[in-house]
């Protein structure tokens, strides 16, 4: 190969290598051990599972994806099918602040009494209103069965689970339309003023038209 040929090349592999790298996406995940300490009806319980969390893009937003490993809480008594139904919220970090409420589906089948609860996958949109690395981690986890609530809160201040870079969406440049009671005082005030132009018009036509009727 020549001299010139292996320059071509060497020069376009150090081109196309950086778009490469660019279009890589920019995005962190761990299993974080989170210790949740749980307020049960029958008094407090604590379990530790591994969560991961992840986060599929869906236009403008994302979905999130909020896993346990193991089980947390238990049960004295069996839990048939369809008696759990869990929750939870993913606190937001970074750029961007507040919570993500996540949800699944109820146990499809029976949890044995004494057991740790498994929980499904909970699920949940995230749409972006700040730009940069933003971080999930997981919070307040809510169990409900058989009339009861559950609350199981983080209690080892666990990491995020995940750190994605997002673009926040563009704020509204528009105005809204104008509905409280100034706006309504005001429209009133352009009607009253309305009013008074179109009586001063007609006084004055009045006054125009008796002028010319007397001379």
């Given at each position: 190969m ?9 020069l376009a ?28 009806p ?8 591994p ?24 049960s004295?008594v069996?839990?048939?099918?369809g008696?759990?139904?869990?929750s939870?919220?993913v606190?937001?970090g970074?750029p ?7 949800s699944?589906?109820?146990n ?9 609860i ?5 699920s949940?949109?995230y ?32 990491g ?26 005001l429209?009133l ?5 309305t ?8 006084v004055?036509w009045?006054t125009?038209?008796?002028a010319?009727a007397?001379?």
């Amino acid at each position: 190969m020549s001299y010139q040929k292996r320059t071509a090349l060497a020069l376009a592999a150090a081109v196309a290598a950086p778009v490469v790298l660019i279009s890589a996406p920019a995005a962190h995940a761990d299993v974080v051990d989170v210790n949740y300490k749980c307020e049960t009806p029958i008094g407090p319980k604590s379990a530790v599972s591994p969560i991961d969390i992840k986060a599929v893009r869906s236009g403008s937003a994302y979905k999130l994806t909020m896993s346990f490993q193991k089980g947390v809480s238990s049960s004295p008594v069996a839990l048939g099918p369809g008696a759990m139904n869990p929750s939870a919220v993913v606190r937001l970090g970074g750029p961007d602040k507040g919570t993500v409420a996540v949800s699944g589906p109820a146990n499809t089948a029976e949890i044995p009494a004494n057991s740790p609860i498994k929980i499904s996958d909970l699920s949940g949109t995230y749409t972006p209103k700040a730009s940069g690395k933003v971080t999930f981690t997981a919070s307040v986890l809510t169990i409900k069965a058989l009339g009861t609530t559950t609350t199981c809160t983080p209690g080892n201040s666990p990491g995020p689970s995940l750190a994605l870079d997002v673009t926040g969406a563009p704020g509204a440049a528009e105005s809204l339309p104008r509905t409280g009671p100034l706006d309504s005082a005001l429209a009133l005030g352009t009607l009253g003023g309305t009013v008074l132009l179109t009586g001063a018009a007609g006084v004055l036509w009045l006054t125009r038209r008796g002028a010319r009727a007397h001379g």
